[in-house]
């Protein structure tokens, strides 16, 4: 069983940044995989970016360049550099893990990007 528990969303103004974090706890599983996607009202769930076991990473093309993927892997912990935040980034995200075990989705923190 993994636990994954996300934190750091809020209120921002345009232009300005927020980290994200998601920490996976339990015990007995190994991470391939960690991501963060996003949720915005009336739009399908989309990958924001994403890191692999071997630090592999990739973005969507809308965050490339102001957004950063890392992980601490001691802490079991993926995280979200958020830099020049547009409104258009407002959305509820979400952290996904791919362990051993199966594939886990945290419950989501709202980041909101408004004057």
């Known amino acids: 069983q993994v636990q994954l528990v996300e934190s750091g969303g809020g209120l921002v103004q345009p232009g300005g940044s927020l980290k994200l974090s998601c920490a996976a706890s339990?015990?007995?599983?190994?991470?391939?995989?960690m991501g963060w996607y996003r949720q915005a009202p009336g739009k399908e769930r989309e990958l924001v970016a994403q890191i692999t076991s071997r630090n592999s990473t990739n973005y969507a093309a809308s965050v490339k360049g102001r957004f950063t993927i890392s992980r601490d892997n001691a802490k079991n912990t993926v995280y979200l550099q958020m830099n020049s935040l547009k409104p258009e980034d407002t959305a509820v995200y979400y952290c996904?893990?791919?362990?051993?075990?199966?594939?886990?989705w945290g419950k989501g923190t709202l980041v909101t990007v408004s004057s």
């Open positions: 339990g015990s007995g599983f190994s991470i391939n995989y």
């Open positions: 996904a893990v791919r362990t051993n075990w199966g594939n886990y």
